[in-house]
């Protein structure tokens, strides 16, 4: 399975799983039963939008591209940035 293809399915499930569209993948890599990606998710609206509620979820795929598992992993604020000390 291509990276596009993969990215591709692991949005796809998820929408179908949480009934939202995610917004971005901010991480993607091969594994070795499939791939695992990191897809960023808006789970609450705000205005102005820098305030909206994120989850990232970590999804796990398997050589064919179905989803076997997720879990959201963080929410935070779309306006936040990480830092590290």
């Not at 820098?50 to 779309?78: C, K």
């Given at each position: 399975?291509?990276?596009?293809?993969?990215?591709?399915?692991?949005?796809?499930?998820?929408?179908?799983?949480?009934?939202?569209?995610?917004?971005?993948?901010?991480?993607?890599?091969?594994?070795?039963?499939?791939?695992?990606?990191?897809?960023?998710?808006?789970?609450?609206?705000r205005v102005p939008d820098?305030?909206?509620?994120?989850?990232?979820?970590?999804?796990?795929?398997?050589?064919?591209?179905?989803?076997?598992?997720?879990?959201?992993?963080?929410?935070?604020?779309?306006g936040q940035i990480d830092?590290?000390?």
């Open positions: 399975m291509s990276t596009g293809a993969a990215m591709r399915a692991a949005t796809a499930q998820l929408r179908e799983l949480l009934g939202r569209s995610p917004d971005s993948v901010s991480a993607l890599k091969p594994t070795d039963e499939g791939w695992e990606a990191t897809v960023e998710v808006v789970e609450v609206e820098t305030t909206s509620v994120m989850a990232s979820y970590r999804v796990s795929l398997d050589e064919s591209g179905d989803l076997v598992a997720y879990e959201r992993t963080r929410r935070y604020t779309r830092r590290r000390t």
